[in-house]
């Protein structure tokens, strides 16, 4: 308990506006012990601790933190069950765990921010609910001081701004945020040493990956496909033994939108069928992953990753998914290509997932 019981002695005397002479006086004790006390270098004697709660007005448990520890373990356990549930896809269970956390702890900032995302990130056609996520993210900026939780709330309201079309206010938030060169990750990536920093940046190198990714869909001057197939190509170098852990429904995800392009044009037979293969491919690789695993390419070597800390928005393993997208209404760019023995394969293939 002496973990928290300086900081709880230092921020009661703070609240009531004493000093260490006068809890020490009322206890009839030096003002040394005291300064031990809130310096972590001893601790109370027991009997001492009934005239210390009464002194400050709290209870021996709130004087110890017991009630601090025992919401921190009721809040690790909602955030844990829901990671469970969005590791397997059910966002709107996830959203009704996180509101009867939120309706325990109304006032902690890291279940307002836990919900604001599963309410985002539901794949539903409801824009009301981006002004939920405004409203707890708003609060967020306004109350706390954990900068990790402000950077999530600006990330959130820019994109739900922009979703509702307020592209002025979008804007506004983005301004606030810092830029990538004074980024966590890249000033760390600059001070860590030695195994630390090459981990660390190898992870990075995934990081910024993803930034990749995510700008090939803004540059609208650039056909589609070669955007897909930049990324890609980035993908191969950085995973250049083929094994893409998370990334592979990245890589599967491209080879999707490639097959789909491809089959619109005239005489692409071949490369609607590779692509489709790819697909198959890593769709599978990703529906393997069970708990931890290692990196092992050039770049990526030593690196962890673990699918059960994954999230998704829908239900469903990868394979039923693309099953699902190649045979349903919205695939009607593949019909010249049903009775191919190759196309009939990939379903196969995604089918036994």
């Known amino acids: 308990m002496n973990i928290t019981l300086d900081k709880n002695l230092q921020e009661l005397r703070r609240k009531k506006g004493c000093t260490q002479e006068e809890l020490a006086e009322f206890l009839s004790i030096s003002s040394q012990a ?4 809130e310096r972590g270098e001893s601790l109370p004697d027991i009997s001492l601790l009934p005239r210390i709660s009464a002194f400050y007005g709290v209870s021996v448990d709130d004087l110890l933190g017991v009630g601090e520890i025992r919401k921190r373990e009721r809040i690790d356990w909602y955030f844990a069950e829901n990671l469970k549930i969005q590791n397997v896809g059910k966002m709107p269970e996830a959203v009704a765990l996180l509101r009867e956390a939120l309706k ?9 921010s836990e919900l604001a995302h599963a309410i985002f990130y539901q794949n539903i056609d409801d824009t009301e609910r981006y002004n939920e996520v405004i409203e707890l993210e708003e609060r967020i900026l306004r109350e706390s001081t954990n900068q990790e939780l402000r950077d999530v709330a600006v990330q959130l309201l820019c994109y739900s701004y922009n979703y509702l079309g307020d592209y002025e206010k979008a804007k506004e938030y983005a301004e606030t945020a810092g830029g990538i060169q004074f980024s966590k990750e890249l000033l760390l990536s600059n001070i860590l040493k030695g195994d630390e920093c090459e981990i660390f940046s190898k992870e990075l190198i995934t990081v910024l990956a993803d930034y990749i990714g995510l700008c090939t869909y803004n540059l609208n001057s650039i056909p589609w496909e070669k955007r897909h197939e930049f990324y890609l190509k980035i993908l191969e170098m950085i995973f250049d033994d083929g094994f893409y852990g998370f990334y592979s429904t990245c890589a599967a995800e491209r080879h999707h939108f490639l097959a789909r392009i491809y089959a619109g044009w005239e005489n ?10 790819q697909l198959v491919h890593f769709a599978k690789q990703y529906d393997s992953l069970d708990g931890e695993y290692t990196y092992t390419s050039t770049f990526m070597k030593g690196v962890k990753g673990n699918s059960k800390q994954i999230t998704k928005n829908v239900e469903g393993t990868e394979c039923e998914q693309y099953l699902e997208a190649l045979t349903g209404d919205d695939s009607r760019m593949f019909d010249r290509f049903r009775e191919s023995d190759w196309f009939r394969a990939a379903l196969i293939e995604l089918a036994k997932n």
């Open 34 to 37: 005291v300064s031990k006390w």
């Open 104 to 112: 325990e702890f109304p006032n902690e900032h890291a279940v307002m």
């Open 268 to 277: 692409q037979e071949e490369r609607v069928k590779y692509h489709l293969e």
